[in-house]
């Protein structure tokens, strides 16, 4: 009997049958864009579930920081989990490649003090115009855009994006700066946003949140929400720290940025607190 068990065994073993060959696993594309001479950046573009199934069309997110050893594939993966629950909109993910951050995503030099450790900072008037002028344009030329689009980042990134709302309001639909460091250049960014917004009267809706970052962060990120009243939504999460922010807050962002009409239960946490403290 226990030969006869064995052969068993020993036969089942021979019939199972061997692991097919691995295939890749694609999960969208990259196009190397020219951000100036000898320098390309990536492009990095997902695609929905069902976007090669037919002709609809689709917002598209904005994802600054957005290489491939960036934040694209977190935010990629926070909106394909979004859109299974319902709570956000499919959208297109579109992951813009940063590499000397200081230089793109701040648009002062700094005090003394910080130009001297970061003598490239202040560029970020070039990096917009490269998301204007090439980003954007590739993006709608080549993928089926629905013409309704926001854009995420977070830290330096943030800081870019309130920039931007600030100074080129139209350059997208809906904004979301998660723990965006407006504490740079001694606030002077928060400093101006009521004479900015004056000087160029906007609709686009932000969603803005601060850390346990300390009281300049905090008092900076209040300033610019008083300054942008109904316009801004204020998350103060101060239990969270600059590591845990954007994981922790990203879906919460998009459902912001690209709502659905779906009623979600309330045991499901899918609400987006606002805090308009001034």
Known sequence: MLLALACLVSGAHVARAAPSAPT???????????F???????????????YAAGDKR??????IDGGLSQDFLHIAGTSALNAIWGRSLPVIVVGIESRDRRAELIGSPGTAAQHKQYPTAGGSALFRAFLRDKVKPLVE????????????????AGLFIV?????????????????ASLWWDDAALAHSASSLLKARPRNAPMYLTYSNEGPETAQAARQVAAAGGPLVCLAAREDLTHATAYHVLSPQALQFLFPTAN?????????VPCSKRS
């Not at 100036?36 to 069902?50: C, H, M, T």
């Not at 931007?164 to 809906?174: D, K």
């Open 163 to 179: 920039e931007t709302w600030l100074r080129e309001p139209a350059l997208f639909q809906r904004y979301a700066a998660i723990d």
């Open 141 to 156: 030329a080549n993928y089926r855009t629905s013409g309704d689009n926001g854009v995420i980042g977070e830290s330096l």
């Open 263 to 271: 009623k979600q239960e309330p045991e499901w946490g899918f609400e």
């Open 36 to 50: 100036a001479a000898d320098d390309q950046r990536q492009v990095n573009v997902y695609l929905p579930d069902g």
């Open 24 to 34: 890749p696993i694609t999960i969208g594309q990259t196009h190397l864009v020219d």
């Open 58 to 63: 689709y917002p598209v997110l904005y994802v």
